[in-house]
């Protein structure tokens, strides 16, 4: 019989048949391997007990085919030691938590980590509901029962936990319906995310500044698609011309820059984009463009434009800031009629009006000094 034991086990089936045969205590049932006629390697469960064959010791062995049962239970235990290195290696935390009693039967490393626990094992027995800040301890503890171990509902949950240094974390988590050793239980997958809620905070806090600060500055900040839609305009817009920020945004540069500024900014618009396109500088002079008001009156302001990029570092957006400069336009026309006025005069009298620097140097003559002296303004000048 020997020669059908897989070789692999013919020593454990030879000293086991002899040992019994000296009346040794040997375990009566035991599995190995043989090999059928067709080569192929099965298992047997074999139960022998001694007897007297014809006078003689002997062994009574009963075998039964335990193949499928081996091959299911290797792949069972094979499916417990994946599944098992998956559960122990999750960089997410896992718990589960009996639904009888609300306390943690099971937990990987990195729930024990998250926690600030030294090994999963103290977290057996633990209350999860202890680590959660008081104010929020029956919202979530009723948000649990319904989502993990009623409707099953497979919520995502966004909760603050203290862990056992006392560290306020936040963890998202989503808790389905299970069982654990034929009892109820939820199984819980847990994700620490203070880091990422920090951020959004922070991101949160900065937009408000600058919100803040754009909806309060003089000057009018502008956003627009590179259509030229608007996206945003800042509420100082009402000051300057007169309609609301809802109005400003249901209307087109048409209706709001007059027929030669719109040229002038669409022309400026389209160089900036196509040097854009090529690589080259796309932040083009400030210029003076005419705005229409609700009233109907116009305004004159100096406009900046530039480029909102994505992470690409491509332009998804262009921004610009408005400034009246109306006061400032009057104020050269001013000086510039004065200075033609006052040239008219200088030029036109028979005395000859004339200025030098410190050192002499002539630095004005007026045409008048000519009639005196023959020499032309350029002559003087150059003396």
Request: glycine residues 6%; aromatic residues 8%.
């Given at each position: ?125 633990v209350d999860p509901i202890e680590y959660i800040p008081s104010e929020d301890r029956e919202r979530v503890a ?242």
């Amino acid at each position: 019989f020997i020669e059908f034991v897989h070789p692999d086990d013919r020593q454990m089936v030879s000293e086991r048949y002899l040992r019994r045969m000296k009346g040794e205590d040997v375990p009566s049932g035991y599995s190995f391997r043989v090999i059928d006629k067709q080569g192929d390697i099965r298992w047997v469960q074999m139960n022998a007990l001694t007897a007297i064959w014809q006078g003689a010791p002997a062994v009574v062995c009963f075998l039964t085919d335990v193949t499928e049962r081996r091959m299911a239970e290797n792949r069972l235990k094979q499916s417990e030691a994946e599944y098992r290195n998956l559960f122990e290696n999750s960089q997410d935390g896992v718990e589960v938590i009996d639904a009888e009693t609300g306390r943690i039967i099971l937990a990987n490393q990195a729930a024990a980590n998250m926690f600030g626990f030294d090994s999963p094992g103290e977290m057996v027995g633990v209350d999860p509901i202890e680590y959660i800040p008081s104010e929020d301890r029956e919202r979530v503890a009723g948000m649990m029962l319904e989502y993990m171990l009623e409707k099953d509902l497979h919520n995502l949950m966004e909760i603050r936990a203290r862990t056992k240094d006392g560290r306020l974390i936040w963890v998202s988590a989503i808790g389905v319906k299970t069982e654990y050793q034929g009892r109820l239980a939820g199984l819980v997958s847990l994700r620490d995310i203070t880091e990422q809620k920090e951020t959004e905070e922070a991101l949160r806090q900065r937009e408000r500044h600058y919100r803040l600060l754009a909806d309060n500055v003089s000057d009018v900040i502008w956003v627009t698609d590179l259509d030229m839609n608007p996206v945003y305009v800042s509420p100082s817009v009402t000051r300057l011309i007169g309609y609301n920020v809802n109005e400003v945004m249901s209307r087109t540069l048409a209706d709001i820059l007059s027929p030669s500024s719109l040229r002038l900014a669409q022309a400026a618009f389209l160089r900036a984009l196509n040097l854009e396109r090529g690589g080259g500088s796309s932040q083009p002079p400030p210029m003076e463009v005419e705005l229409v008001r609700k009233d109907g009156s116009t305004v004159w302001v100096e406009s900046t434009l530039s480029f909102i990029r994505d992470a690409d570092g491509l332009p998804v957006e262009v921004m610009g800031v408005l400034r009246d400069v109306s006061e400032r336009r009057n104020a050269n026309a001013v000086i510039r009629d004065s200075e033609r006025r006052y040239r008219l005069l200088a030029e036109n009298i028979s005395d000859v009006i004339w200025v030098t620097d410190m050192n002499l140097k002539p630095t004005y003559f007026s045409p008048s000094v000519t009639r005196l002296t023959g020499y032309s303004v350029e002559e003087v000048m150059a003396g």
